[in-house]
């Protein structure tokens, strides 16, 4: 993969973003094209619909009428999860204490993303494991990721680092 799915890696903050996506408070252009093409392939393989227009029809519909949402609450329920999560998922989802804009020390357009680095990035800040007994700090990662061919300057940043600490944030700055 050479650049992030849509403009988020961290995990409180993936599934603010995929919540969003389903509900339609915000859809990310490139995972909406990413997620039509992959389920419209699964439903015509899976004998649900006849053909490429069928599928997006059908899958444009359940997220226009919530019930990709309701589905997604449901799995979240029988995890264990609050039945509220969807309606409700800031009040869930853990927030770091600090966010900080990164801008490029340049201006200039993104020509290349090290995905795996910004996923290590995010395991050095807590939010993955090491080794099993490592805890992970949910709330840790990046948003408003700049994709492959935007530009960048001192107005509009790389990434917002999500952190623990300011010392967190200033090594994946770095990076």
Do not use: W
């Amino acid at each position: 993969m050479n650049q992030v799915l849509a403009s988020s890696a961290g995990n409180a903050v993936e599934v603010r973003e995929a919540v969003q996506f389903l509900t339609g408070e915000y859809r990310n252009p490139r995972l909406f094209d990413v997620t039509m093409a992959l389920c419209v392939e699964m439903l015509i393989s899976g004998k649900l619909a006849k053909d490429d227009a069928e599928a997006r029809a059908k899958l444009q519909a359940v997220l226009d009428n919530g019930k990709a949402a309701e589905v997604f609450g449901r799995m979240v329920a029988a995890q264990k999860g609050p039945t509220d999560f969807v309606e409700n998922y800031a009040k869930y989802l853990p927030t770091a204490m600090l966010t900080k804009a990164v801008y490029a020390d340049t201006e200039g357009f993104v020509s290349e993303m090290d995905t795996r680095a910004l996923g290590m990035a995010v395991v050095a800040m807590g939010g993955g494991r090491r080794q099993a007994s490592d805890t992970i700090d949910y709330s840790v990662g990046f948003t408003d990721m700049a994709r492959l061919g935007d530009q960048v300057d001192g107005q509009r940043p790389l990434a917002v680092i999500h952190a623990k600490t300011k010392t967190a944030g200033r090594k994946r700055r770095k990076r």
